[in-house]
């Protein structure tokens, strides 16, 4: 039976073989995945995509790349790989910088379409003031640009949020575009839209002009009854300033810490989200002053005009700007004099939320002020360094004039001198005893306040000293203890020689002795 145990010994050697090649086979496998997402996770940690193409008007002048021309990875039989990826993962991030760009440009011409709305709605609102009896051309005009920007401004506000839901897209590898369209993204878009799309369409009159004179119909007439207008003009002029939320957006896409790499990386090791909460943060700790003074300047103003607008019905001194500024003053400062005061319930409401932001504004000034008088850790230790040396002089004084006082009142005590002297002695004495203490207790405190600020430099420096004289001293005795090793090791060498020495000895005088 020697052939079929030869014939089983080559299959099991075959099957050993083949077994060691698939063994190969997965540790080679197993590299490439690892060199994978290795390239993976430097690539933004973005994951591979299938089937990604480019277009060309937005790869600037690149050509449209099929499907079939996607990375593709293939292992042959031997376990070796036949293919490499193409770039697709440079292609995606050039993609991403291209939407990112578009987003920042789409955000600055949205911004500028919703001032520019204001800013004309501001200016129909001060020509339909006054009753003028020429022609109304350019009150049509402007009306018709309000709703022209309004338009636009819609138009933008749908083009930005396509570019975020593709920058969605993109960064959750080429996902479908409805896993985007969550409750809270749709819930978010219908505002915005809703916002952007309030605009005033009838006029801005006064109580006492009449509706229908026999003068040519303007922009300004309707044919619904004034109050009626003037509330729906009013609520919707008011309501237009909500536009300016895309401050926010602009602020934050704008910011030189989500254009910074550095800043995006230390803050994904941190897991920190870059919100406009965390630029304004960042604004407040830089320029404090001035962030405050720009938003105090353009509340004031806005506040003040939104005033006359709602008080320009009730024919009252607060529908003129220079009382309209006076009272925003006064209200946001929390003095109010009472000299004037609003009569429409639209300008109490706008006194009301003056007053409130007043209050949050002044709070922030405080914080600032204190800020910038506060002195530093350097200023501290130089501060408390000399009243330490200052109060250790007075100490010495103190001392003086208590050894002083002992030695004329001891010297009055001797000599029996005037009893009126002694007394003077006595109290001078006790004055300076005082004196003594009080200084001493001033600069025990003082010390304690030093002792509570911690000089964290300091203190991290003390404890790398301790810890590379530990780390010494953990090296010093492993090398004591090598030492001994080795020195065991030879005094168990030498006594076993000694003892095979002994015993040949032994065996030698008595050959009896195994």
């Not at 975020?164 to 219908?190: E, K, P």
């Not at 230790?381 to 001392?399: E, G, N, P, T």
Request: one cysteine or more; aromatic letters at 6%; hydrophobic letters at 40%.
């Amino acid at each position: 039976m020697p052939s079929p145990t030869v014939g089983g010994s080559s299959r099991d050697s075959g099957q050993a073989e083949d077994g060691g090649a698939e063994g190969d086979h997965r540790e080679r496998g197993t590299g490439d995945r690892a060199l994978v997402c290795a390239l993976e996770m430097e690539m933004t940690n973005c994951s591979l995509h299938v089937d990604s193409r480019v277009d060309s008007v937005n790869c600037d002048g690149l050509n449209n790349r099929k499907t079939n021309d996607s990375a593709e990875v293939t292992v042959s039989l031997s376990g070796k790989r036949t293919a490499f990826m193409e770039g697709d993962d440079l292609y995606r991030l050039r993609d991403r910088k291209l939407l990112v760009e578009d987003k920042k440009r789409l955000c600055a011409l949205s911004l500028g379409a919703a001032v520019l709305g204001i800013l004309l709605m501001i200016s129909h609102a001060e020509l339909c003031r006054y009753d003028t009896d020429g022609p109304y051309t350019a009150l049509i005009i402007i009306n018709s640009s309000i709703s022209l920007s309004t338009g636009c401004l819609l138009a933008l506000i749908v083009a930005f949020h396509y570019k975020d839901i593709r920058l969605f897209i993109i960064d959750h590898n080429q996902v479908d575009w409805r896993i985007a369209m969550t409750s809270h993204r749709i819930l978010g878009i219908s505002l915005e839209l809703l916002v952007c799309i309030i605009h005033p369409v009838g006029s801005y009159r006064e109580i006492g002009r009449n509706a229908t004179s026999s003068s040519a119909a303007s922009l300004c007439v309707s044919s619904q009854p004034v109050w009626v207008m003037m509330d729906i003009d009013l609520l919707l002029s008011v309501l237009m300033f909500l536009r300016l939320y895309l401050v926010h957006r602009a602020i934050l896409l704008h910011s030189k810490v989500l254009l910074s790499a550095s800043y995006r990386s230390i803050g994904s090791l941190n897991n920190i989200n870059f919100t406009f909460r965390f630029v304004l943060k960042v604004l407040m700790n830089e320029y404090p002053a001035r962030t405050l003074l720009v938003f105090i300047l353009f509340f004031w103003l806005s506040a003040s005009w939104m005033l006359t607008l709602c008080e320009r019905g009730t024919e009252e001194v607060t529908s003129n700007m220079n009382t309209a500024l006076w009272l925003i003053a006064i209200t946001f400062l929390t003095v109010g004099y009472g000299d004037v005061a609003p009569h429409s319930s639209c300008g109490k409401a706008v006194c009301l939320f003056t007053g409130v932001m007043g209050v949050a504004c002044t709070a922030m000034l405080v914080a600032v002020v204190n800020k910038t008088l506060a002195l530093n850790k350097g200023e501290k230790h130089v501060h408390f360094f000399m009243l330490d040396i200052q109060i250790s002089k007075r100490i010495r004084h103190a001392a003086a004039n208590v050894l002083r006082e002992c030695w004329l009142l001891h010297r009055t005590n001797l000599t029996k001198g005037n009893r009126s002297e002694h007394r003077r002695h006595q109290r001078g004495l006790l004055e300076a005893i005082r004196v003594f203490r009080h200084l001493r207790l001033k600069q025990r405190k003082l010390r304690d306040y030093v002792s509570e600020m911690v000089d964290l430099p300091k203190m991290q420096m003390i404890m790398c000293d301790l810890s590379a004289n530990w780390n010494n001293s953990y090296r010093e005795l492993e090398q004591r203890i090598l030492s001994m090793e080795q020195k065991l090791d030879e005094l168990s060498r030498c006594f076993q020689q000694t003892s095979e020495l002994l015993f040949h000895v032994l065996r030698h005088r008595n050959p009896e002795i195994r």
